[in-house]
C-alpha cells in the first residue's frame, strides 16, 4: 500500500481539493503507472458534481490517462518497467466471457470496472482514476503508447479517440463515404480528424460557423450551421452522421440527410432524449444507434493508427490547482478543445 497525491471530490456542491489517496500494492497481474498527463473528460464533471447520481466520495475521478510503467507484479508478461502506457474507462472486466475473450471488455457479461467510481472486484474498493500521481491497474487494460504520438496531446485519445474512432470503423468510414460530425467540441473534433484519416470525405453540422477554420484545418471540406429547414440542403448526402450533442436537438432531421441505407450514431445523451419519428428511418432504411468507447483490443488499434497518421487532440496542458476553473470552462464551452492536467503539479 502507498499514499499519493490526488485530487478528489467530496460532495456534489464542493470543489475538487488536494487531498491523498491509497493505492493498493500491485497484484502478480498489475503494474503500477506513475502517470504522466490526465485529461478531463465532461463526464468526470457529471459523475462528480452527481447529475447523473451513484457518486461514491470522496472520488478522485479521470479516465484518461498516460504514464510511465514503475513496477510490474510477478506474472506480468504485457508490460515491462519504463514503457509509456495508457489507460481508459476501464481497468478490470471478468476475462472469461465471450465478449472479453473476443476484446470487448466494455460488454462483460458480468460487469467491467470502471476507472472510477466503480468497485474493485478481488477487493471490493471504489476505483479512484487519473487525478493523481499513480495507478495501479489490470496488465489486460493498459494500451501501448507509441513513441511518436505527444503524449501529452494523446491523452483525450483513450476516451474521446475509441469512442468515435469505433463507431467510423464499425460503419466503415473511408475513401468514397461521406460522413459529417454534429457539433464540433471535445468528442467532435477528434472524429472530425480520425474520420479524415480514414479517407472519408468530412464535413461539420454546428451551431455557428466559429469554427470552421478549425475544421477545415482538422480535414473538413463542409462547414454547416443548422439552421431551421437545413436538412433540405442537404438530402441524401451522408453515409454516416457521428453525433455529439449531448443536448436535445433534431435527429430526425439529421436522419433526413443520409442515403439511403446511411447510419446516425449517437454519442451524446441529452437529458431527457428525444423524439424519433419511424418516417425518417424506413423509407431509406436508416440506422438509428449509439456507441460508448470500445474494447482494449480496439483502443490499442485506434492508438496505433491515431500515431500512424498524426491524430492527437487538441488541448490545453493546465496545473491541477486549476481544475476547477476547467470544468467551469467545459460546461460553458470555453476550451478548444480538450483540459489535460500535468500530473507532476497534483
Not at 79 to 90: F, I, P, Q, S, Y
Not at 326 to 346: H, L, Q
Request: aromatic share 6%; net charge negative; glycine share 10%.
Amino acid at each position: 500500500m502507498r499514499t499519493v497525491a490526488a485530487y478528489q471530490a467530496t460532495a456534489a456542491d464542493q470543489p475538487l481539493a488536494k487531498s491523498t489517496i491509497d493505492r493498493r500494492d500491485v497484484r502478480a497481474n498489475d503494474v503500477m503507472i506513475e502517470i504522466e498527463y490526465a485529461g478531463i473528460c465532461h463526464s468526470d464533471i457529471h459523475t462528480v458534481r452527481d447529475e447523473w447520481g451513484g457518486c461514491k466520495y470522496p472520488l478522485a475521478p479521470g479516465h484518461e490517462i498516460i504514464g510511465i510503467v514503475t513496477e510490474v507484479g510477478s506474472e506480468v508478461t504485457k508490460a515491462k518497467v519504463g514503457d509509456r502506457v495508457g489507460v481508459g474507462c476501464l481497468v478490470d472486466s471478468c476475462m472469461e466471457c465471450e465478449y472479453c475473450l473476443r476484446g470487448d471488455q466494455h460488454y462483460c457479461e458480468n460487469g467491467s470496472v470502471g476507472t472510477y467510481n466503480s468497485i474493485d472486484r478481488i477487493d471490493g474498493t471504489v476505483t479512484q482514476g487519473g487525478y493523481s500521481t499513480h495507478i495501479p491497474v489490470r496488465e489486460d487494460f493498459v494500451i501501448h503508447i507509441p513513441d511518436s504520438i505527444d503524449p501529452a496531446a494523446a491523452t483525450p485519445l483513450l476516451c474521446a479517440g475509441i469512442t468515435t474512432y469505433s463507431p467510423l470503423a464499425k460503419w466503415g468510414a473511408g475513401p468514397g463515404k461521406k460522413v459529417a460530425v454534429v457539433g464540433m467540441g471535445g468528442l467532435g473534433h477528434v472524429a472530425v480528424k480520425i474520420a479524415a484519416a480514414m479517407g472519408a470525405e468530412v464535413s461539420v453540422f454546428s451551431h455557428s460557423l466559429s469554427k470552421k477554420a478549425d475544421g477545415e484545418r482538422f480535414g473538413a471540406t463542409g462547414y454547416y450551421t443548422t439552421e431551421e429547414g437545413f436538412e433540405k440542403e442537404h438530402h441524401r448526402a451522408f453515409d454516416i452522421i457521428i453525433d455529439t450533442v449531448s443536448v436535445p436537438h433534431p435527429v430526425n432531421a439529421y436522419l433526413r440527410t443520409l442515403k439511403p441505407e446511411g447510419a446516425v450514431v449517437l454519442l451524446g445523451l441529452p437529458e431527457g432524449g428525444m423524439d424519433i419519428d419511424p418516417r425518417s428511418l424506413i423509407g431509406g432504411r436508416h440506422t438509428l444507434a449509439g456507441s460508448n468507447i470500445g474494447g482494449i483490443r480496439e483502443t490499442q488499434e485506434m492508438i496505433d493508427f491515431c500515431a500512424e497518421h498524426g491524430v492527437v487532440s487538441e488541448i490545453e496542458l493546465i496545473t491541477a490547482d486549476q481544475i476547477n476553473e476547467a470544468y467551469d470552462r467545459v460546461v460553458a464551452s470555453d476550451v478548444r478543445y480538450r483540459f489535460v492536467i500535468d500530473a507532476k503539479t497534483f
